[in-house]
T-cell receptor, first 114, second 110 residues
Framework: ETGVTQTPRHLVMGMTNKKSLKCEQH?????MYWYKQSAKKPLELMFV???????ENNSVPSRFSPECPNSSHLFLHLHTLQPEDSALYLC?????????????FGPGTRLTVT | ELKVEQNPLFLSMQEGKNYTIYCNYS?????LYWYRQDPGKSLESLFV?????AVKQEGRLMASLDTKARLSTLHITAAVHDLSATYFC??????????FGTGTRLKVLA
């Protein structure tokens, strides 16, 4: 266990649904990240939060909406998704942004959009 | 645009053999990370390389970093089946962005 948990682990949703992914880290880290992992593509950074402030929005469509209420929790709100959004969504945390801090990953949420 | 390329993308090898995975990147960086991912699982940190010439070893795996060549290698010695997984390198761009390589899927045959 890395100290980063994600729920749910699997999610199937229709294109008109609204759902949320949750991430929690128990490491006392100050930075949290959302990544998307699609088949046959490198991991794509979606969002970065540092001390609850968003510092990166990597050209992600507005149907993905992140929320970071405190440094231990991170959400990804989903609405009106497309089938191509089906992927593994990984949350990660690190001690801080910048510097030489490795990132610790959660187990991921396998999302299927029907 | 920073590119991180790994090769090979797929590697099938016999137990007991040695092999090297290569990670090339296109911009200056002196921080590079190696991760392992088992099927259906998340990424597990293997090595953190923070300077030119850094070498780290853990069991049958050894990673090195040559920042001048913009190259990192992950060497596998006497492979065993348990090493079957996908291996990723990730380059730290100096801010907060990791750029991940495409991954190398390793299959060790008994």
């Amino acid at each position: 266990e890395t100290g980063v948990t994600q729920t749910p682990r699997h999610l199937v949703m229709g294109m008109t649904n609204k759902k949320s992914l949750k991430c929690e880290q128990h490491l006392g880290h100050n930075a949290m990240y959302w990544y998307k992992q699609s088949a046959k593509k490198p991991l794509e950074l979606m969002f970065v939060y540092s001390l609850e402030e968003r510092v990166e929005n990597n050209s992600v469509p507005s149907r993905f909406s992140p929320e970071c209420p405190n440094s231990s929790h991170l959400f990804l709100h989903l609405h009106t998704l497309q089938p191509e959004d089906s992927a593994l969504y990984l949350c990660a945390s690190s001690q801080s942004v910048g510097g030489s801090y490795e990132q610790y990953f959660g187990p991921g949420t396998r999302l299927t959009v029907t | 645009e920073l590119k991180v390329e790994q090769n090979p993308l797929f590697l099938s090898m016999q137990e007991g053999k040695n092999y090297t995975i290569y990670c090339n990147y296109s911009t200056t960086s002196d921080r590079l990370y190696w991760y392992r991912q088992d099927p259906g699982k998340s990424l597990e940190s293997l090595f953190v390389l923070l300077s030119n010439g850094a070498v780290k070893q853990e069991g049958r795996l050894m990673a090195s970093l040559d920042t001048k060549a913009r190259l990192s290698t992950l060497h596998i010695t006497a492979a065993v089946h348990d090493l079957s997984a996908t291996y990723f390198c990730a380059v730290d761009t100096g801010t907060y962005k990791y750029i991940f390589g495409t991954g190398t899927r390793l299959k060790v045959l008994a």
